[in-house]
């Protein structure tokens, strides 16, 4: 991952856009997290029924379909495909993230949503530009062994232990571990540098939190509110 500068300051990755002042996974709020200083943008991905990649982190649409059930042509009016994402996230990276976790209603699409997802990011951002994760490792797993050239991340929200889970993402081949910010503290930063994994901490709001992360030497904060955590970082 690189912000395009030798500068040790973390990115600024806007959660969903900057979904804090627009809907969030929308064009409107990518352009808005690009206003607000974002660095990178962090959105969700699942499949239509057609097999296009859309932006969407639920399961279902807000009137109950199901998203895998959805042609592309019938989607509601605000929510992107993948490559209208891309090209709104113009100028900035974006990690996109698999929503294909077991026990989703949509899971049996994880495969066809892994290869379409290298395929089509690859087309879209050179490596330094792009991360793709999820938090189904077998997932992240599919993005390596479709395009081994993307950079991927495991996102990380249970309390698994530490070196568990930092040698776990090691050893499947991920550069990036993308860990809830109750998890993590300065031992898990130094720990996954210590392993050359990257650390983008999710969902951080709060300035002072972000101050904390940063003087930790987190490599990302991804944030609902980018503006703040431009400041912040700036600062």
């Not at 500068?5 to 969903?16: E, G, I, M, Q």
């Not at 997802?117 to 997932?139: C, E, K, Q």
């Not at 232990?161 to 993402?169: A, E, F, K, P």
């Not at 392993?195 to 101050?211: F, K």
Request: glycine share 6%; hydrophobic share 45%; with cysteine.
């Amino acid at each position: 991952m690189s912000d395009g500068s030798s500068s040790r300051r973390p990115l600024v990755v806007a959660h969903r856009g900057a979904s804090a002042d627009r809907l969030e996974n929308t064009v409107e709020a990518f352009v808005e997290a690009r206003d607000q200083g974002a660095d990178w943008v962090e959105l969700d991905v699942r499949v239509s029924a057609d097999d296009v990649l859309v932006v969407h982190h639920d399961a279902h649409y807000p009137d109950g379909r199901l998203v895998r059930d959805v042609p592309m042509d019938e989607v509601p009016d605000h929510v992107p495909s993948l490559a209208e994402a891309f090209e709104a996230c113009d100028g900035m990276g974006v990690n996109v993230e698999v929503k294909n976790l077991p026990g989703d209603p949509d899971h049996e699409a994880s495969v066809v949503a892994c290869e379409a997802v290298a395929g089509l990011a690859s087309a879209y951002r050179t490596p330094d530009l792009l991360l793709v994760s999820s938090f189904d490792i077998a997932a992240v797993d599919r993005i390596r062994a479709a395009d081994p050239t993307v950079p991927t991340a495991w996102v990380v929200a249970e309390r698994h232990g530490t070196d568990l889970v930092l040698d776990r993402t090691v050893a499947h081949g991920h550069g990036s571990v993308n860990p809830w910010d109750e998890l993590v503290d300065e031992h898990l930063v130094e720990a996954s540098h210590a392993r050359g994994l990257s650390v983008l901490v999710w969902t951080v709001d709060e300035a002072e939190r972000m101050d904390r992360l940063a003087r930790w030497g987190v490599d990302g904060i991804i944030t609902n509110r980018p503006g703040l955590a431009r400041s912040v970082v700036d600062g």
